[in-house]
């Protein structure tokens, strides 16, 4: 019986990511900017997966935050830039105070057409599959602090006019992250921008193999095999690739995807571990236990109780 529930929430709003991660109050809908030292206390300690609606620019001066992704976990080192874009399965961790900005927008507002025939040229860093964190020097990140802080203080000045100075400031600032994207990217030997569009396509076709896949969910788990096949890679082929870009094997990626998975249903919902590990299309639920401890060290009930105490300890 083909599954219908959502167990990756998706915020449509905004306002309902600053609400469900308790960062502070969102002032729209459609444009918010704040220093993400600025955050409230009360943050949560442990954001599991989700999907937001909207693009979002986190800009960290600082190290200090581990994005966990399905098939990646990337932290954030001092004068990086992550990137999210709408319907993208993503979850963090602060591990100590960070200094940057969160920059949160939605397409209408920046007058960006996803679907648009520019929007691979344009947006480069906001493509699916595309590398998570941009890491730039000293002085890029000056300049890009510059922008984020004049585009804060407009935020704040009251003026009844500020979001039509704000618009064009954004404008800058994409255009100031594409250049630096783009001067990364032409630092790569072509060896390695093959590897990272094959990252690109195996990313994709992970993705379709999630619980809440934006398309019709693939009816099995993925394994090495399938994944090759649909990339018409042999899986020692693709495996060599993927480490060979990645440190880890296309397995490993494959794992930790499933393994978010667990951790967001054993998180968001009530449903049974033996669920979970149907709705996760192992053949019983022993087998899910024990990859789960393999994995984590931990049961998932174990990891249940964890989680949800996390969630509610404030800083």
């Given at each position: ?16 990511f600053?609400d469900t991660?308790r ?12 220093r993400?030292e600025d955050?409230?206390?009360?943050k949560l300690l442990f954001m599991?997966?989700?999907?937001g609606?909207?693009f979002r620019?986190v800009?960290?001066?600082t ?6 992704l399905?098939?990646e ?8 830039i992550?990137?999210a874009?709408p ?15 969160l920059?949160?927008f ?8 996803p679907?648009?025939p520019r929007?691979e040229?344009?947006f480069?860093?906001?493509m699916n599959?595309a590398?998570s964190?941009?890491?730039v ?7 890009v602090g510059?922008?984020?802080e004049?585009l ?7 003026h009844a006019?500020?979001f039509e ?5 954004l404008?800058v600032l994409?255009i ?18 093959k ?15 999630s619980?809440d ?5 693939k009816?099995h788990?993925p394994?090495v095999?399938?994944i090759a ?7 020692s082929?693709?495996?060599f690739l993927v480490?060979?870009y990645?440190?880890h094997t296309?397995l490993?990626?494959i794992?930790e995807q499933i393994?978010l998975e667990?951790k967001?249903l054993?998180?968001?919902?009530n ?5 979970i590990?149907?709705l996760?299309?192992?053949n019983e639920?022993p ?5 789960f401890?393999?994995?984590t060290?931990i ?6 109780d ?10």
């Amino acid at each position: 019986m083909p599954n219908t529930k959502v167990y990756i929430p998706w915020l449509d709003k905004i306002s309902d990511f600053y609400d469900t991660f308790r960062i502070g109050k969102a002032e729209n809908n459609f444009f918010t900017i704040m220093r993400m030292e600025d955050q409230s206390k009360d943050k949560l300690l442990f954001m599991p997966l989700f999907r937001g609606n909207f693009f979002r620019l986190v800009i960290c001066k600082t190290p200090g935050l581990r994005f966990l992704l399905p098939d990646e976990t990337v932290s954030t080192s001092s004068n990086s830039i992550y990137f999210a874009y709408p319907g993208k399965i993503e979850s963090w961790q602060p591990v100590e105070t960070i200094y940057g900005y969160l920059i949160c927008f939605t397409p209408e507002f920046a007058e960006i057409d996803p679907l648009g025939p520019r929007f691979e040229k344009d947006f480069p860093f906001f493509m699916n599959g595309a590398n998570s964190i941009l890491r730039v020097s000293q002085e890029d990140m000056d300049a890009v602090g510059r922008i984020a802080e004049t585009l804060l203080s407009e935020m704040k000045s009251g003026h009844a006019d500020n979001f039509e100075m704000i618009q064009p400031l954004l404008r800058v600032l994409l255009i100031s992250v594409r250049r630096l994207y783009y001067k990364d990217k032409e630092a790569k030997t072509d060896f390695q921008l093959k590897q990272a569009s094959l990252m690109i396509r195996f990313r994709k076709v992970l993705d379709s193999y999630s619980i809440d896949a934006p398309s019709k969910r693939k009816e099995h788990k993925p394994t090495v095999k399938n994944i090759a096949d649909e990339l018409h890679l042999t899986p020692s082929h693709l495996n060599f690739l993927v480490k060979k870009y990645t440190g880890h094997t296309a397995l490993h990626h494959i794992h930790e995807q499933i393994l978010l998975e667990a951790k967001s249903l054993l998180t968001h919902t009530n449903l049974q571990v033996s669920e979970i590990a149907d709705l996760l299309q192992f053949n019983e639920a022993p087998y899910f236990n024990r990859f789960f401890k393999k994995m984590t060290g931990i049961t998932p009930t174990a990891y249940r109780d964890d989680a949800l105490q996390l969630m509610r300890r404030p800083l």
